[in-house]
């Protein structure tokens, strides 16, 4: 078997794990505060910093994503413009609550925070800043990796209000590499944006029950230019990134 083979088997059963259990369970929790959200005319807000902030691009604007979602971005926690400055000021604390002033977040919205790690003082404070908003919190985290960082400083984890686990071990990466300590092929990409579809779509299957749910089509689908603009139009003053 090869190793690629090896790390695709490792993937599957991580996604098959998240098919029960107390991650099911959490999924299925997140999806009804976020629905419940969007039938108050509220939003679903996406946080993360690094290579999480691709998980928060994930829902912007995506071909059968939803239009009520919005991504919380910033160049400066990203990782284009400078991946180990980037990498330091997810660490830096007093970074989020400018970067979060300027999307509105309120009572009735949710906000997940996407961290793996769970101990970065980004995502801490990003959570800490939806809960005196009154947002629900939701945490998209590795417990086995945020306990064995955390040394018991406060997690992620322990801010949220529903907390989903990916799984996943301390390291994030899940292919052993022979004669070394090393690992390669992390897991935290893939399972992450399984578990945001995954919400997504149950979101998408209880709206659809109401009436016309706020769902984008791809661009090259039929009905998509009328079905899109609608959308944008609908949200483009409380969405920074619908331009």
């Known amino acids: 078997m090869t190793a690629a083979r090896t790390y695709l088997d490792r993937l599957s059963a991580l996604l098959d794990a998240l098919k029960s259990g107390p991650t099911a369970d959490a999924i299925q929790a997140a999806a009804a505060a976020v629905t419940t959200a969007a039938r108050a005319d509220r ?18 604007y995506r071909a059968g994503g939803l239009a009520c979602a919005v991504p919380i971005l910033s160049a400066a926690t990203m990782l284009h413009e400078g991946a180990v400055s980037g990498s330091a000021l997810e660490r830096t604390e007093g970074l989020v609550a400018p970067i979060i002033g300027r999307y509105g977040l309120g009572k009735g919205d949710v906000l997940l925070v996407i961290s793996n790690s769970g101990v970065n003082a ?13 947002a629900t919190v939701v945490a998209l985290t590795s417990l086995d990796y945020s306990t064995a960082a955390a040394a ?6 322990d801010l949220a209000d529903i907390v989903i686990d990916n799984g996943i071990e301390a390291g994030d990466a899940i292919a052993t590499l ?4 090393l690992r390669a092929g ?22 659809a029950q109401d009436g016309d749910p706020p769902v984008f089509r791809s661009a090259n689908m039929p009905n998509a230019a009328e079905n899109n ?6 949200y483009r003053d409380r969405n920074p990134h619908l331009r």
């Open 186 to 207: 992390p897991a935290s990409t893939v399972i992450g944006a399984a578990i945001l579809n995954a919400i997504v779509v149950e979101v998408s299957h209880a709206l």
């Open 152 to 157: 018991g400083r406060t997690r992620l984890a």
């Open 43 to 60: 939003q679903l807000f996406v946080f993360g910093t690094g290579h999480s902030h691709m998980l928060a691009e994930e829902v912007l």
């Open 178 to 181: 022979p004669g070394t300590d």
């Open 122 to 134: 980004a995502p801490l404070e990003a959570a800490q800043i939806g809960r005196e908003a009154g």
């Open 229 to 234: 603009a609608r959308l944008v139009a609908r």
